[in-house]
């Protein structure tokens, strides 16, 4: 398996501002995503972050509101805007590792981060 | 539409079996994945399945039908530390622009002495 690493990992912020999450995976990997888990819910994916272009967005969310950048293999950052107390949860980065056999992948996640917002 | 369900809770005991089931309808599938979820821990890699039959990992085994849309993960010998959330993840689709998990609700496992 890969580390995966991300800032903060924790954060509390005021209503109305912006926070943004590094994901940094220490070898290189074919797809990077980002996740969001509510309190006492399961995983919801955010967007597919794209190397070099822009993400791709999950019904529900927006790249005003989660801009997505993905400048290399191994790194990413999501950006929480304009944020109110709705945006409190865990985002979790998540990387994917696919093998020689096409029908074999495997995929983790970053501890996380979890933001608290007032 | 996409559906994955689980139970949400289950109650075993230290040293014993227990099954998890989880049921699918997903558009497409490419894969069923389970994790495992302490509380306040990050999701953590148990199995993977794409072929139908069971995949045995030590303690732990997970079962995959694709014509029943069914799949289970089996613990065994359980000790205390099992104590955690079962995520239940299947990627609905391989290659293209996505490659997206869903995940289920989870089921949340308390083992007792």
């Known amino acids: 398996s890969a580390v995966i690493s991300q800032k903060p990992s924790r954060d509390i912020c005021q209503r109305g501002t912006s926070l943004t999450i590094q994901c940094q995976v220490d070898?290189?990997?074919?797809?990077m995503f980002w996740y969001r888990q509510q309190p006492g819910q399961s995983l919801t994916l955010i967007a597919t972050a794209n190397q070099g272009s822009e993400a791709t967005y999950e019904s529900g969310f927006v790249i005003d509101k989660f801009p997505i950048s993905r400048p290399n293999l191994t790194f990413s950052t999501l950006t929480v805007s304009n944020m109110s107390p709705e945006d409190s949860s865990i985002y979790l980065c998540s990387a994917l590792w696919a093998g020689l056999l096409s029908s074999y992948n495997e995929q983790f996640f970053g501890p996380g981060t979890r933001l608290t917002v007032l | 539409g996409q559906n994955i369900d689980q139970p949400t809770e289950m109650t075993a005991t230290e040293g014993a079996i227990v099954q998890i089931n989880c049921t699918y309808q997903?558009?497409?599938?490419?894969?069923l994945f389970w994790y495992q979820q302490h509380a306040g821990e990050a999701p953590t890699f148990l199995s993977y399945?794409?072929?139908?039959g069971l995949e045995e990992k030590g303690r732990f085994s997970s079962f995959l039908s694709r014509s029943k849309g069914y799949s289970y993960l089996l613990l065994k010998e359980l000790q205390m530390k099992d104590s955690a959330s079962y995520l239940c993840a299947v990627r609905d689709r391989y290659g293209g622009a996505t490659n997206k998990l869903i995940f289920g609700t989870g089921t949340l496992l308390a083992v007792q002495p």
């Open positions: 070898s290189q990997v074919t797809m």
């Open positions: 997903t558009s497409g599938f490419n894969g």
């Open positions: 399945n794409v072929l139908d």
